[in-house]
């Protein structure tokens, strides 16, 4: 196959492990804020945290078929979240918050959509740039 049509399959595989790691943070939260009733921004940390989770589970096995070190990896990987959860929860607060009061699911949406950009390719250049491809490949 092609290196063209490897980083095209890799993209889908990412898009839509995301879309799966989407649906686990948004019920979580939902659940969290909703049914729970704590606070907007906890909400999105504790739903936040089990979407990455999962996330990297998926994609380090499936879409960037990684034989890397697990905790170096995973080290990179919170390396990025230790800059963008303490971002993303503060511009929630923010966003939420009764100065600006924008709906908690619209701010969701928006940052999800920055983790997803952001968080690909990080993971791709640096999380698992240099051990693409070096496990045996496993369709999911």
């Not at 990412?14 to 879309?19: A, E, G, N, T, Y």
């Not at 990987?77 to 511009?91: E, K, N, Q, R």
């Not at 920055?114 to 999911?140: C, H, M, Q, W």
Request: glycine share 4%.
């Amino acid at each position: 196959m092609s290196e063209k049509k490897k980083e095209l399959l890799r993209t889908i595989k990412f898009v839509l492990f995301s879309i799966s790691a989407g649906v686990i943070q948004v019920v979580s939260f939902t659940i969290l804020e909703e049914v729970l009733g704590l606070v907007h921004w906890l909400s999105y940390l504790i739903a936040l945290v089990l979407s990455v989770l999962w996330n990297f589970t998926l994609n380090r096995k499936f879409t960037f078929c990684s034989a890397g070190n697990v905790p170096v990896a995973m080290a990179k990987v919170a390396g990025f979240y230790a800059v963008f959860t303490p971002l993303s929860t503060w511009w929630t607060a923010v966003l939420t918050g009764e100065n600006m009061g924008w709906n908690p699911y619209l701010v969701l949406a928006l940052t999800m959509i920055a983790n997803f950009v952001t968080e690909y390719l990080f993971d791709r250049f640096v999380v698992f740039g240099k051990s693409i491809d070096t496990a045996k490949k496993t369709t999911p």
